[in-house]
């Protein structure tokens, strides 16, 4: 009996707590979609802001206001992408090798699509 070895998982290094992870994008989520409703972008007032780009009209201020929703609305992207892989059980894995992504990693960044691996191919070129 004394030869029997206690089993180690050596396939997730870092268990990642999906309850937490879920929970620190659903808030994000949140809160970015209070900021677009501010602005006046919430809900499904996706339709116009062509039109307000082509305009001659657009001035510097309403380009930095669309800046800043269209980079919320990139976050908000970010966000519900994470959360479709919370629910297909793919989460914390690396959207371009399929490597797990460390625990860190998504505890700084609960979006994080890629691992540290890829991200720095990417950088470097
Ligand atoms: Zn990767």
């Known amino acids: 009996m004394s030869?029997?070895?206690?089993?180690i998982s050596q396939e997730v290094p870092e268990a990642i707590d999906l309850v937490v992870a879920r929970q620190a994008l659903e808030e994000e989520k949140v809160s970015l979609l209070q900021k677009l409703e501010e602005m006046g972008f919430g809900g499904s007032g996706l339709?116009?802001?062509?039109n307000f780009a082509d305009s001659s009209?657009?001035?510097?201020?309403?380009?930095?206001a669309e800046?800043?929703?269209?980079?919320?609305r990139e976050a908000l992207a970010d966000v519900e992408f994470a959360l479709?892989?919370?629910d297909s059980n793919r989460y914390g894995l690396c959207d371009s090798c399929g490597a797990p992504i460390s625990a860190a990693?998504?505890?700084?960044i609960p979006t994080a699509k890629l691992c540290i691996t890829c991200v720095a191919q990417r950088s470097r070129r």
């Open 3 to 7: 030869s029997k070895k206690t089993e």
């Open 47 to 50: 339709e116009y802001d062509d």
């Open 57 to 64: 009209q657009v001035t510097a201020e309403r380009g930095e």
């Open 67 to 72: 800046t800043l929703v269209s980079q919320l």
């Open 84 to 86: 479709s892989k919370i």
């Open 105 to 108: 990693r998504l505890e700084a």
